[in-house]
C-alpha cells in the first residue's frame, strides 16, 4: 500500500480533477445531471492528519476543478467548506462524540448517510451559488438533489471499488 503524504495527495488531486473535467463533465445524465466525484478526497482524508494541510489541499483541489471549468471560485468555496465542516458532518450523521474517528466503526447506513449529506451539502453550495434566482428557487433544488444522488451512486461505486471503508 502506498503511504499518503502530500506528495501522493497532489497526485491524487490531479486525477481526481482530470477525471471530473475530462470524463464525469462530458456525460451528463438525462442531459442535464453531471456527477461529480472529486469531493472524494475531501470525504476520505484521513481524520488524523493535519487540518490546516488538509484545508490547504482541498482549496488546491476545488481551485483546480474551477480553472478549468472557469467557474470563478465556486468549487473552491463548497470544497474548502465541507473540509471545514467535515468532523461536525461525521459527528452528525454518525452520532460519534470521540476524538477517533474510523469508518470501520460505522455500520454501512451511517457511512453512507455521511457520503449522502456530504455531498448533498456540496452541490447545494456550489448549485445555488452558480444559478441562485428566487424565481428558478425550486428547479435549483430539484437539480441538488437529483445531482447528489446521481453523484452519490458515482462515490459508492469508488468507495466499494477502493475499499475506503476498510482503509480510512
Known amino acids: ?67 478549468v471549468l472557469g467557474t470563478w471560485g465556486i468549487n473552491a468555496f463548497a470544497t ?30 451511517q457511512f453512507l448517510f455521511f457520503i449522502f449529506i456530504s455531498i448533498f451539502i456540496h452541490q447545494l453550495l456550489v448549485q445555488y451559488l452558480e444559478f441562485f434566482k428566487l424565481s428558478r428557487l425550486l428547479d435549483v433544488f430539484i437539480n441538488v438533489l437529483a445531482t447528489s444522488v446521481v453523484s452519490f451512486v458515482f462515490i459508492l461505486v469508488y468507495a466499494v471499488a477502493f475499499r475506503i471503508k476498510q482503509k480510512v
Request: hydrophobic share 55%.
Open 80 to 109: 474548502v467548506t465541507i473540509a471545514y465542516f467535515r468532523t461536525l458532518i461525521f459527528r452528525t450523521t454518525t452520532e460519534t462524540s470521540t476524538d477517533f474517528f474510523s469508518f470501520l466503526s460505522l455500520n454501512w447506513s
Open 1 to 67: 500500500m502506498i503511504s499518503r503524504n502530500i506528495f501522493t495527495d497532489v497526485l491524487l488531486i490531479a486525477l481526481l480533477t482530470s477525471v471530473q473535467v475530462f470524463l464525469l463533465n462530458r456525460i451528463p445524465l438525462f442531459d442535464k445531471y453531471i456527477p461529480v466525484l472529486y469531493p472524494v478526497f475531501v470525504m476520505f482524508y484521513p481524520f488524523y492528519r493535519n487540518k490546516f494541510v488538509f484545508l490547504g489541499l482541498s482549496f488546491l483541489l476545488g481551485l483546480s476543478v474551477d480553472i
